[in-house]
């Protein structure tokens, strides 16, 4: 009974992602879907285990693991532009599928679940910066995250106008602007990291996708707490957290609160172990 309950958070999560992965199988009559949500739930119930067995790197081996996968298979193998473009696309051609499904379950409905869990587990783009040597932020946050708003705009625009326009093969568009899309966020993201010597600089200021993951992220049910009792104000936690979350104000209105990428940083090196998920 210990044995289960200490691994509770990746049957947890094996489970909802099969049930996941059943339903599309059954509602849209296509076995792809039970392949990939089970591969994908298994990949993330294996990091849990590792990071529950004390296992070093076992949020990068999800991360490799997802990212690599929904990279190279469903982005250049298969040709699915699994960026914001791809959901615009799927979504006014009125499809239910690829880009659509992923966002629902990854970053629109997914996050009241495990909040900003897609950018510390799954990202393609974080997979890489994270290998960079500015794991810890140098300096406070800066007031330009304004440019991820100009990003989800420009995104939305590009898409639609190709739709008004009525431009035709589209899908080889989608294509190009996936690989395209991805060498710039790349490109962008190292400099970024390397000017401001912050890994997550992408990620605070510049990725469009957190328009949608912010805001239902504010009511996620896996949160990093603090046991008030135990905290002895060392700030540590807030010196080791990527996205520069103050973990020691357990409101939802904490600062940063709705960036927390559940990276398990601040729990690994509070000395008191007064942070638990």
Same mark, same amino acid.
């Given at each position: 009974?210990?044995?289960?309950?200490?691994?509770?958070?990746?049957?947890?999560?094996?489970?909802?992602?099969?049930?996941?992965?059943?339903?599309?199988?059954?509602?849209?009559?296509?076995?792809?879907?039970?392949?990939?949500?089970?591969?994908?739930?298994?990949?993330?119930?294996?990091?849990?285990?590792?990071?529950?067995?004390?296992?070093?790197?076992?949020?990068?081996?999800?991360?490799?693991?997802?990212?690599?996968?929904?990279?190279?298979?469903?982005?250049?193998?298969?040709?699915?532009?699994?960026?914001?473009?791809?959901?615009?696309?799927?979504?006014?051609?009125?499809?239910?599928?690829?880009?659509?499904?992923?966002?629902?379950?990854?970053?629109?409905?997914?996050?009241?679940?495990?909040?900003?869990?897609?950018?510390?587990?799954?990202?393609?783009?974080?997979?890489?910066?994270?290998?960079?040597?500015?794991?810890?932020?140098?300096?406070?946050?800066?007031?330009?995250?304004?440019?991820?708003?100009?990003?989800?705009?420009?995104?939305?625009?590009?898409?639609?106008?190709?739709?008004?326009?009525?431009?035709?093969?589209?899908?080889?568009?989608?294509?190009?602007?996936?690989?395209?899309?991805?060498?710039?966020?790349?490109?962008?993201?190292?400099?970024?990291?390397?000017?401001?010597?912050?890994?997550?600089?992408?990620?605070?200021?510049?990725?469009?996708?957190?328009?949608?993951?912010?805001?239902?992220?504010?009511?996620?049910?896996? $949160?990093?707490?603090?046991?008030?009792?135990? @905290? =002895?104000? %060392?700030?540590? +936690?807030?010196?080791? *957290? &990527?996205?520069?979350?103050?973990?020691?104000?357990?409101? $939802?209105?904490?600062?940063?609160?709705?960036? @927390? =990428?559940? %990276?398990?940083? +601040?729990?690994?090196? *509070? &000395?008191?172990?007064?942070?638990?998920?």
């Amino acid at each position: 009974m210990k044995t289960i309950k200490k691994y509770m958070s990746s049957i947890i999560m094996l489970c909802i992602f099969e049930a996941i992965a059943i339903t599309l199988w059954l509602t849209k009559d296509n076995i792809f879907y039970l392949v990939n949500f089970s591969y994908i739930g298994a990949s993330i119930a294996l990091g849990l285990f590792l990071y529950t067995r004390k296992v070093e790197n076992a949020r990068r081996v999800v991360q490799f693991l997802v990212g690599t996968y929904m990279l190279i298979y469903l982005g250049l193998i298969s040709n699915e532009n699994m960026q914001i473009e791809g959901f615009w696309y799927y979504l006014f051609s009125g499809v239910f599928e690829a880009a659509t499904i992923h966002y629902a379950v990854a970053k629109i409905f997914g996050p009241l679940v495990f909040g900003r869990g897609w950018c510390g587990y799954a990202c393609w783009t974080a997979m890489i910066l994270d290998l960079l040597p500015y794991k810890y932020p140098g300096s406070e946050r800066k007031k330009i995250g304004w440019i991820r708003y100009v990003m989800f705009a420009a995104s939305l625009i590009f898409v639609s106008s190709l739709f008004l326009m009525q431009i035709g093969n589209l899908e080889r568009i989608m294509f190009w602007s996936f690989l395209i899309g991805n060498i710039a966020y790349y490109v962008i993201g190292i400099i970024l990291a390397v000017r401001l010597r912050d890994n997550r600089a992408f990620c605070k200021y510049i990725c469009p996708i957190t328009i949608f993951l912010k805001p239902v992220s504010y009511f996620s049910l896996t $949160r990093v707490t603090v046991e008030p009792d135990k @905290c =002895i104000s %060392c700030n540590r +936690c807030k010196k080791v *957290c &990527p996205m520069n979350v103050d973990m020691t104000d357990n409101s $939802r209105k904490r600062r940063n609160g709705t960036e @927390c =990428i559940l %990276c398990m940083e +601040c729990i690994e090196k *509070c &000395p008191k172990k007064a942070l638990k998920l």
